[in-house]
């Protein structure tokens, strides 16, 4: 556990002079966050200029959810996404050899060597959604639940991580696929919205089998006080579960797994 | 046929056969496509809850919209951008220079090749879609101007090939270009007509909007097949989408060249 926190260590320090070798990038992604957020500002704000609530959510609780889904989007992009996206094609070229021989975890190396910090400038433009939802919603927000809210988005990364890393290892067994990464952005998509919208099965699905409404309403919930104790023990339940399902996924996929020259 | 129709040819006709060898990807992306259909449809009975209308679109219309446009998406949605963003990073792209062809013109063809096939499965799967949601829709369509309303579909996969290459010429620049092709996608799906009509948005917001590319990849094209009427005029759009077409051109030639320039790659 210790050598691989200092393996994790080692690799923010060596993507942090990766990102201070290319600073265009920061200047780029600032900009093309700013676009981002703005334009699913302009979207809520169309939406919300035709109905008062998104099935029975407020506006200001809206953008407080989106916020969050930010601000779990740009965690993801700075320690993992890009990890994930190019893991079917090193598979596929046989790059992976190497970080399967190294003395840490596999998943760990596998995901989590190429993080981008050049995103670290996207939560500046999360702060300020923040302020803009909170003013939205007309309070102050409680400093305490805040946090609290943010520990869960934290941990919402668990979920996140294991949905990425089950849909990863399928390409032990798909031969050739470049659409798996749309997919995996297709699913967090999900979490951009009141998870009140959906209905009936689809609430079910979204909360307990693939709960990716989960990611961004719970912490928003929380931080609104209005996130019920057996949410958060069912949440703890989900990570767990997930986790442990994706990890033994994982290694399944990786006695699939062949290599030559 | 002349020799340079002639090598482009081949290379759509291999991106075709490629398409046809990877019809698991295909498929794949077909899951995607259903979340991106069922969150909508989640989102707008969400909308459609406390309004029965917004500008001539309600419910139904709205769905229906939203098949329409995942049809024109199987052929004008690219992902050629991220092909391009991978050759600069890993250094492929050197491979590239030392061959008698165009980078972009190959990437472009077989791109093409590729949406050829996924635009026959896509028109079979959401037409029957349609056919089994709305079936009086087949009733309505504007046969006389398929031609034309061919042509702008056609005119959408080259607006938005040269719209996402631009953006993975940003490579050059970056340490990869893979998460600002994602937040572009994201920007271009609400802008464009595919996340909602563009007549959702207020009327001076959708003005402004048509004067930038993006509504001319997706919007226009099925407000043409949808609403005939209403589409402002097929020459008008068929006449702007290629006045867009040849600045996107210009664009993308100056960003290769300068980025050439800034090319570096070793041991290939």
């Known amino acids: ?261 | 046929m002349p020799a340079l129709i002639k090598k482009y040819y081949s290379i759509a006709r291999t991106g075709f056969q490629q398409g046809l060898e990877h019809r698991v990807d295909f498929f794949i992306g077909i899951i995607g496509w259903s979340m991106r259909i069922m969150i909508s449809a989640f989102l707008f009975m969400a909308v459609f809850q406390s309004r029965a209308s917004i500008g001539n679109y309600n419910f139904s219309d709205t769905m229906l919209y939203f098949l329409v446009v995942q049809i024109i998406m199987t052929f004008s949605f690219v992902r050629v951008e991220f092909n391009v963003c991978n050759d600069i990073q890993t250094g492929d792209f050197s491979n590239y220079l030392v061959k008698p062809i165009s980078y972009l013109s190959y990437q472009i063809a077989s791109e093409l090749g590729k949406n050829i096939v996924r635009s026959l499965f896509g028109v079979g799967i959401f037409g029957v879609a349609i056919l089994l949601y709305r079936p009086e829709f087949y009733l309505h369509l504007p046969y006389l101007q398929a031609p034309l309303i061919l042509l702008s579909i056609i005119f959408s996969f080259f607006i938005s090939t040269f719209l996402t290459t631009s953006i993975a010429l940003l490579s050059f620049w970056l340490i990869s270009a893979h998460r600002v092709i994602y937040m572009f996608f994201a920007i271009q799906s609400i802008f464009s007509g595919m996340m909602i009509p563009i007549q959702f948005f207020p009327e001076q917001f959708q003005h402004i909007l048509s004067y930038t590319p993006f509504p001319y990849i997706f919007y226009y094209p099925a407000q043409m097949i949808i609403h005939p009427g209403t589409a402002g005029g097929i020459f008008h759009i068929l006449g702007a989408q290629m006045i867009i077409i040849l600045i996107e051109f210009i664009i993308i030639n100056a960003m290769f060249a300068v980025g050439m320039k800034k090319y570096e790659a070793t041991g290939r």
């Open chain 1, 1 to 261: 556990m210790i050598h691989d926190l200092k393996v994790f260590f080692t690799l923010i320090a060596f993507n942090i002079k990766v990102t201070l070798a290319y600073r265009a990038s920061l200047v780029i992604s600032l900009i093309l966050n700013i676009l981002w957020v703005v334009s699913f500002i302009i979207f809520i704000e169309v939406i919300f200029q035709n109905v008062v609530t998104l099935g029975g959510v407020s506006k200001g609780e809206t953008l407080l959810i989106m916020a969050f889904y930010y601000l779990f989007t740009n965690i993801s992009d700075i320690f993992y996404r890009d990890s994930f996206e190019q893991f079917g094609e090193k598979m596929r070229t046989g790059y992976i050899d190497m970080w399967l021989t190294k003395p840490a975890s596999s998943r760990m190396l596998m995901f989590m060597s190429n993080m981008r910090f050049d995103y670290i400038t996207a939560i500046a433009v999360t702060v300020a959604l923040f302020a803009y939802a909170f003013r939205t919603l007309n309070s102050t927000p409680d400093i305490h639940l805040l946090l609290f809210g943010i520990g869960i988005s934290l941990i919402a990364h668990v979920i996140f991580f294991s949905v990425l890393s089950m849909l990863a290892t399928l390409n032990f067994w798909l031969e050739k696929t470049d659409t798996l990464n749309m997919v995996a952005w297709q699913l967090t998509q999900v979490g951009r919205y009141p998870r009140a919208i959906y209905t009936s099965w689809a609430r079910i699905v979204f909360t307990y089998v693939l709960p990716l409404a989960i990611l961004a309403n719970l912490p928003a919930e929380v931080a609104l006080k209005i996130a019920t104790t057996e949410s958060i023990i069912v949440f703890f339940a989900i990570t767990i579960t997930l986790y442990i399902v994706s990890f033994l996924f994982w290694k399944k996929g990786l006695t699939r797994y062949s290599s030559a020259g």
